[in-house]
């Protein structure tokens, strides 16, 4: 890995693939880029003569895609930087072409005020690798009671609000938190599980958790907070991202919440897209995520959901957990995967697999998470943020999570094999990763 942050010269992507699926272009062309963003496009052709003072980037055939936007990220920073720090998350995301991240809230302190909000800001400004948002708490201390400094936050620059892995269990508090942040036009994320029935839950309920011995919960947990959310965005007209959806049930709630009209987004993760409960095998925690992974038939629904375009974001989920946490009895592990330097590959399986369409997949990590949150990022237009990620996207790879930049190394795609390798990472025309 080589990292450099250019010499101000502008540089132009010559003969590669152009994937946007902000204008629905798939084919050959060229970007030329100069003081952070796109200065031109070249469509269905290559760039043709350029001036002495330009750099070019030969990309042989490569697929140049706009940076990737995750916007479900854990770090450590602030409070447990032992896990991750928002400089090792920011190396990572690099190394995966992933260009923009939103951290979330629920660290030591928790971001439940401006000043936590503007400390995020101004570390990622001074690290000047990839560019890094927080999102805020949506109540004090992501502990469901009281209601955070949402507007403020929001003038502070967090671009949604969300208590994490934590659901709100208190109607009341949900919906003063929706009335408000509508009031603000802020997002509000929120898991949905039914605390009382995923209470202590190591597995998804069924034969499988049964025989491993595992407490597990019902998938009907999710479907059951799910309907209570869609209600109360019903009441107050609310702007809500359904955090993390993952089964069949929940899935046709949101469906007929979406044909009410209902202004609501759903997000699911790679996790699980790519695995099912079938792949704890025999105890292996680095499976173990929250929420747990799925039936397969859940899988499959989900998958279904992101090609309808049902679900319209993916994920990373990345959530670091060191070794220490890991290595215990499944049960007793700390759940959670890294996942900003597999995102990209492990999505490129179901374009191989001929499951979903390639633009469909870059536009649910690109362009639909950017426009989501109202930045510019997730296109090649000419004016746009030059944060591109040219990518070999044959090229075999097989994963190996000692090797992974992140700091923690729970990953479950541990050993196995991938199409799609990152070849250069740019981000504001500056080259922060090159394979």
């Not at 272009?25 to 290559?46: E, L, N, R, S």
């Not at 019903?234 to 993952?246: F, N, S, Y």
Request: proline fraction near 7%.
């Amino acid at each position: 890995m080589t990292l450099s942050q250019g010499d101000g010269r502008p540089t132009a992507f010559t003969n590669v693939r152009l994937l946007d699926p902000a204008s629905g272009y798939d084919g050959p062309g060229a970007i030329v880029v100069g003081d952070g963003v796109i200065t031109d496009v070249v469509k269905g052709q290559d760039a043709g003569p350029l001036s002495s003072d330009i750099d070019v980037v030969d990309g042989r055939g490569a697929l140049l895609l706009p940076g990737l936007v995750d916007i479900r990220v854990k770090t450590g920073e602030p409070g447990a930087e032992t896990k991750e720090t928002l400089k090792s998350a920011a190396l990572a995301a690099a190394a995966g072409g992933v260009t923009t991240i939103v951290v979330q809230p629920d660290t030591h302190p928790v971001v439940d005020e401006p000043s936590v909000v503007d400390f995020i800001l101004r570390r990622a400004r001074d690290i000047e690798l990839v560019n890094v948002y927080p999102a805020g708490a949506a109540t004090k201390g992501c502990e469901g009671l009281r209601m955070a400094e949402i507007g403020l936050m929001a003038e502070a620059g967090c671009l949604y609000v969300t208590d994490a892995d934590r659901p709100i269990v208190d109607s009341k508090v949900m919906r003063r938190v929706l009335s408000y942040a509508r009031s603000f036009g802020v997002l509000v994320a929120h898991r949905p599980t039914d605390p009382w029935l995923s209470n202590g839950a190591a597995a998804s309920e069924g034969e499988f958790a049964s025989r491993m011995g595992l407490p597990a919960v019902p998938a009907i947990a999710e479907k059951i907070m799910l309907e209570r959310d869609l209600a109360l965005v019903e009441l107050t007209g609310a702007r809500l991202m359904v955090d993390q959806l993952t089964t069949a049930a929940a899935l046709e709630s949101f469906r007929r919440g979406r044909d009410r009209g209902l202004p609501v987004i759903a997000t699911t993760s790679i996790n699980h897209l790519s695995f099912n409960e079938l792949d704890i095998g025999d105890y292996r925690t680095f499976c173990k995520v929250e929420p747990p992974l799925r039936s397969e038939d859940d899988r499959q629904a989900v998958i279904e959901a992101v090609a309808s375009g049902l679900i319209s974001v993916i994920v990373s989920a990345h959530a670091p957990a060191p070794a220490e946490d890991k290595r215990l009895p499944y049960d007793e592990a700390a759940p959670g995967a890294v996942g900003l330097q597999t995102l990209l590959p492990a999505l490129l399986a179901f374009h191989h697999e001929g499951r979903i369409p390639l633009i469909d997949l870059i536009r649910a990590v690109t362009c639909a998470p950017a426009d989501l949150l109202g930045l510019p990022a997730g296109r090649l237009a000419k004016g746009a943020p030059a944060d591109l990620v040219l990518c070999d996207l044959n090229a075999p790879l097989r994963v190996d999570a000692d090797k992974l930049v992140s700091k923690s190394k729970n990953s479950p795609f541990d050993g196995r094999r991938l199409q799609g390798k990152v070849l250069r990472t740019v981000v504001a025309g500056r080259t922060v990763f090159a394979g």
